[in-house]
Nanobody
Framework: QVQLVESGGGLVQAGGSLRLSCVAS????????MGWYRQAPGKQRELVAT?????NTNYANSMEGRFTISRVGNTQYLQTDSLKPEDTAVYYC??????WGQGTQVTVSS
């Protein structure tokens, strides 16, 4: 059974940091691509970052330089630094073509 389980969300003050984790289980081989998306209240889900099996990364413009995606095998991480209130959202782990985690809430207070 395929599962994506996120952890690491929470409440943090502006300027703070959080490290999100996602463990992907039930897949028969090393995943080619993993990624993070987020969805803020009243907004559409948006891409945060992706990483492939070679360690190549891709970031949304507004997050590059503040967020860092990494992975070890089929576990991925998102280091979020210099957090802003507008980063408040539910952060989802994603594996193409259509596997999603349950999400982890990140709340940044001003």
């Amino acid at each position: 059974q395929v599962q994506l389980v996120e952890s690491g969300g929470g409440l943090v003050q502006a300027g703070g940091s959080l490290r999100l984790s996602c463990v992907a289980s039930g897949f028969t081989s090393r995943l080619r691509v993993m990624g993070w998306y987020r969805q803020a209240p009243g907004k559409q889900r948006e891409l945060v970052a992706t990483i492939d099996g070679g360690g190549n990364t891709n970031y949304a413009n507004s997050m590059e330089g503040r967020f860092t995606i990494s992975r070890v095998g089929n576990t991925q991480y998102l280091q979020t630094d210099s957090l802003k209130p507008e980063d408040t959202a539910v952060y989802y782990c994603y594996v193409p073509p259509s596997f999603w985690g349950q999400g982890t809430q990140v709340t940044v207070s001003s």
